[in-house]
């Protein structure tokens, strides 16, 4: 009997563990999105009729996430340099180099930038920029005519050495249902603006969110010790969450605001 107890303590032991694992949050997948920051040039004559200059894009690519809704479209946040404008030397190159001589002597060339954003499910949009803070390196997108779940938000502090999870695009992998599920340890404070983490990153993944195991957004990932690709450094979630109410408010009323405008009766 007693060696039968002893078995049955096992086995339920054994059960227990097995009905408990380290389980990636996946449902937030939904949240993710792809952001690409897309320079076109346009040539233009003396009429100031201009046409876009076909496959000739520069342009760079990185991650974000949905973290708020209204009825017309999803706010989408993702690293602040990722959404800059591209150095205007660096794309005037790829002009000079692509575009022939005699239409640049001849005709005006612009350069038009656009956000593009693709959602985890396939669905496409082109995006506004609402806020961008440098220090934070964060910045707030608005997309029409999308439907995406957002994530929740965590307001409280980390614990170092505990484990946190990363959605993101390195080397632009994402694509419609698919996107790579990273995870590593917070390991602190870095300065008052930025956290680190032990999560691999690369290129493309500048603006990913960092989650806790409940799919709760805890920092935006945004930066990478050069040469050693398993440090990496995110914006403070404390500064990240005022930002984000401080800035989301103020579209809304400003938003309601043009409404307003608009519907407003017109007087002679």
Same mark, same amino acid.
């Given at each position: 009997?007693?060696?039968?107890?002893?078995?049955?303590?096992?086995?339920l &032991?054994?059960?227990?563990?097995?009905?408990?694992?380290?389980?990636?949050?996946?449902?937030?997948?939904?949240s993710?999105?792809?952001?690409?920051?897309?320079?076109? #040039?346009?040539?233009?004559?003396?009429?100031?009729?201009?046409?876009?200059?076909?496959?000739?894009?520069? @342009?760079?690519?990185?991650?974000?996430?949905? /973290?708020?809704t209204?009825? *017309?479209?999803?706010? /989408?946040? &993702?690293?602040? +340099?990722?959404?800059?404008k591209?150095?205007?030397?660096?794309?005037?190159v790829?002009g000079?180099?692509?575009?022939?001589?005699?239409?640049?002597?001849?005709?005006? /060339?612009?350069?038009?930038?656009?956000?593009?954003? +693709?959602? #985890?499910? @396939?669905?496409?949009?082109?995006?506004? /920029?609402?806020?961008?803070?440098?220090?934070l390196?964060?910045?707030?997108l608005?997309?029409?005519?999308?439907s995406?779940?957002?994530?929740?938000?965590?307001?409280?502090?980390?614990?170092? $050495?505990?484990?946190?999870?990363? *959605?993101?695009?390195p080397?632009?992998?994402?694509?419609?249902? #698919?996107?790579?599920?990273?995870?590593?340890?917070?390991?602190?404070?870095?300065?008052?603006? &930025?956290?680190?983490?032990?999560?691999?990153?690369?290129? $493309?993944?500048?603006?990913?969110? *960092?989650?806790?195991?409940?799919?709760?957004?805890?920092?935006?990932? +945004?930066?990478?010790?050069? @040469?050693?690709?398993?440090?990496?450094?995110?914006?403070?979630?404390?500064?990240?969450?005022?930002?984000?109410?401080?800035? *989301?408010t103020?579209?809304?009323?400003?938003?309601?605001?043009n409404?307003?405008e608009? &519907?407003?009766?017109?007087t002679?």
């Open positions: 009997m007693k060696w039968l107890s002893l078995t049955i303590i096992l086995v &032991t054994t059960l227990s563990l097995s009905c408990t694992p380290d389980s990636f949050p996946t449902a937030a997948r939904g993710f999105i792809k952001v690409r920051n897309e320079n076109y #040039f346009e040539v233009c004559d003396k009429q100031k009729e201009c046409t876009t200059v076909e496959d000739l894009v520069v @342009g760079s690519q990185g991650s974000g996430a949905v /973290i708020a209204n009825s *017309i479209g999803v706010f /989408i946040l &993702t690293a602040e +340099h990722v959404c800059r591209m150095d205007k030397k660096i794309v005037q790829f000079n180099i692509l575009i022939p001589q005699k239409i640049r002597k001849k005709k005006k /060339i612009r350069i038009k930038k656009k956000m593009h954003v +693709h959602t #985890f499910m @396939g669905d496409k949009s082109i995006a506004d /920029i609402v806020a961008m803070d440098e220090e390196d964060a910045c707030i608005f997309a029409k005519r999308l995406v779940k957002p994530l929740k938000r965590y307001y409280g502090e980390l614990d170092v $050495g505990e484990k946190y999870y990363n *959605i993101a695009s080397l632009g992998s994402a694509e419609t249902k #698919f996107v790579p599920l990273l995870e590593g340890r917070f390991l602190g404070n870095y300065n008052r603006f &930025t956290t680190s983490f032990s999560i691999p990153a690369a290129p $493309g993944s500048s603006g990913s969110p *960092i989650i806790d195991g409940r799919g709760r957004l805890v920092g935006v990932l +945004h930066s990478v010790i050069r @040469g050693f690709h398993h440090v990496t450094f995110a914006s403070d979630i404390t500064l990240l969450n005022r930002f984000i109410d401080d800035n *989301i103020d579209y809304y009323d400003s938003w309601h605001r409404m307003l608009l &519907t407003r009766p017109k002679n």
